[in-house]
């Protein structure tokens, strides 16, 4: 079994692309979801995920997107069906995956950073499980965490800002700061909600190429959310399109063409339409 | 203004004047009374400038009091508000620790003044720990408030990485908590300086001592001489947590109306 907690999963991930169709890390079967046991937000989701993919889940706002991915990080249980990221359940109770959890790296919606701290000191946040509860609690960072910190705040281009006071920084610079957080995490899965939808053209494609740059530097495999159907399919290699907490449509890009592979009979024009409505 | 508002005050406005009834609450007397202020006013004209070195030396032990109490409180109050904040107990350890604090928030720090007078006797020593059972009790309500309140968001989203209860506590709660936590402090020593000018009427050291003296004796001018002192000191006190708010507290709130 190969779990997330392993310190070389890196590796792992990376030699698994080369037998691509049998290595899954995230698999559901037939899974229902819901926040009061009474409406199902997410209704029959089957689907698995290769190692190394950029996923992406595109819908309207409500469709259960962001339920799919809390599924996936453990902060919420499934009422039917099962759900396997790297052939552990996802459950916050669960000590084994609570050693997982510091290898997902989640960036919600709201990116859900510190405000008043530094963002050097944000980035450090995502080392805390390897660090001792005594040393984390009077701030003292392995040198080797420190030094990690800084080379990531440069890959995502804020080393400049790194004594910067987060609440201080643009919309496009907290989305940085978060992904460098995730980052610091040294994850193999790289979960992100609607991490550019309030952004402007410009600086959202700069946050999506440095995702996907950052997914090939580390092999990753990430899992994005979009509003856009039209972001999903420039950027990812499979587009699960959600309606209604149902998948209707499984996209990807094969040869010059899009095709549908949980129906196989998608048409030219359904996509196009598709498209328009995005 | 509809109707209905103007019903409720008036409505208020009866209450009052009922309530006014069996207190004897006269607003004729207080009319009839503006004349004896004038001769206070006037007796307290007469000012005695020897006095004013005394009065140095009593406010410096007033503030001196209300520094130690208000710091003290403020660490024993921290920990406290830790244990009694709902988001992060069960209701085991916050609802007894809750119970305590608003046990000493139930007496005003004068009544405290008395308690610790008998107990270790007269002088500034017992002002300080009125302060100090004061300061704990309010202070710790203001931050387990506060930090029942921080945004649930990076509390969120810091948990799904996996880390430890005070990993979180100490990275993400106090340091969301802690801009509220300075203005507090700010308020608290502001209001503890004014509680502690009046321990001295119980005997619990400071200035309020004086005043109460020469009040007693009907040496107004006198008393004066110490009135002033806290009025000053109590300005300037003012104006410097004004400075420290403008430098820190105000900063980091325009910064947070940015934040999206």
């Not at chain 2, 046990?103 to 007078?117: D, G, N």
Request: glycine share 6%; net charge positive; proline share 3%.
């Amino acid at each position: 079994m190969i779990s997330l907690s392993r310190g070389n999963s890196h590796h792992q991930s990376f030699s698994s692309l080369s037998n691509i169709t049998t290595r899954t890390i995230i698999q559901m079967n037939d899974v229902w979801a819901s926040y009061d046991g009474k409406n199902y937000v997410l209704k029959e989701i089957t689907l698995s995920i290769i190692r190394g993919t950029n996923y992406a889940i595109v819908g309207p706002s409500g469709s259960g997107k962001s339920t799919l991915l809390r599924l996936i990080n453990g902060m919420m249980r499934p009422s039917k069906g099962q759900v396997k990221v790297d052939y552990e359940n996802p459950n916050t109770n669960n000590k084994q995956f609570k050693l997982a959890m510091a290898k997902i790296g989640y960036i919600p919606q709201n990116l859900g950073l510190v405000r008043n701290i530094t963002v050097l000191d944000n980035v450090l946040i995502g080392a805390l499980p390897r660090v001792g509860k005594f040393k984390s609690f009077f701030k003292i960072f392995p040198d080797n965490e420190t030094s990690e910190a800084e080379k990531i705040l440069k890959l995502v281009g804020l080393e400049d800002k790194a004594e910067r006071k987060t609440y201080m920084l643009s919309g496009g610079e907290k989305r940085r700061v978060a992904i460098a957080r995730a980052l610091m995490q040294k994850p193999v899965l790289l979960l992100a909600d609607e991490i550019v939808s309030e952004l402007d053209h410009v600086t959202a494609r700069e946050i999506m190429d440095l995702v996907v740059n950052a997914k090939r530097r580390f092999n990753l495999t990430a899992i994005m959310v979009h509003h856009d159907i039209k972001l999903g399919l420039e950027y990812a290699d499979r587009v699960a399109v959600i309606k209604e907490g149902q998948k209707i449509l499984e996209l990807g890009v094969e040869g010059d063409k899009i095709v549908d592979f949980q129906t196989g009979n998608i048409s030219q024009q359904e996509i196009m339409e598709l498209y328009s409505e995005s | 203004m509809n109707p209905k508002s103007n019903l409720i005050i008036g409505l208020v406005i009866a209450v009052v004047v009922v309530m006014s009834y069996n207190l004897e609450a006269d607003p004729a007397q207080f009319v009839d009374g503006i004349p004896n202020l004038a001769i206070i006013a006037k007796e307290m004209t007469e000012v005695e400038p020897a006095l004013f070195g005394t009065a140095f030396w009593s406010i410096l032990e007033t503030i001196q009091m209300a520094f130690i109490g208000t710091v003290v409180g403020v660490a024993i109050a921290l920990p406290l508000s830790m244990l009694a904040a709902r988001n992060l107990n069960s209701k085991f350890v916050y609802a007894p620790i809750r119970a305590i604090l608003a046990a000493t928030r139930t007496f005003p720090s004068i009544l405290w003044a008395i308690l610790f007078v008998i107990m270790v006797g007269l002088g500034p020593f017992a002002g300080i720990l009125a302060i100090i059972m004061y300061t704990v009790g309010f202070i710790a309500k203001l931050q387990y408030e506060s930090i029942e309140a921080v945004d649930s968001d990076p509390v969120e989203a810091v948990s799904s990485i996996g880390v430890s209860k005070w990993q979180l506590i100490r990275h993400v709660i106090i340091p969301e908590s802690a801009p509220h936590l300075l203005s507090q402090i700010l308020y608290m020593f502001d209001y503890n300086v004014r509680q502690t000018t009046i321990l001295g009427l119980v005997g619990a050291g400071g200035i309020g001592f004086y005043i109460i003296n020469y009040i007693k004796f009907f040496e107004y001018g006198k008393a004066a001489v110490f009135m002033l002192v806290v009025l000053i000191v109590v300005l300037i006190i003012d104006w410097i947590s004004v400075k420290i708010r403008d430098k820190y507290i105000i900063k980091a709130q325009r910064g947070m109306k940015i934040a999206v």
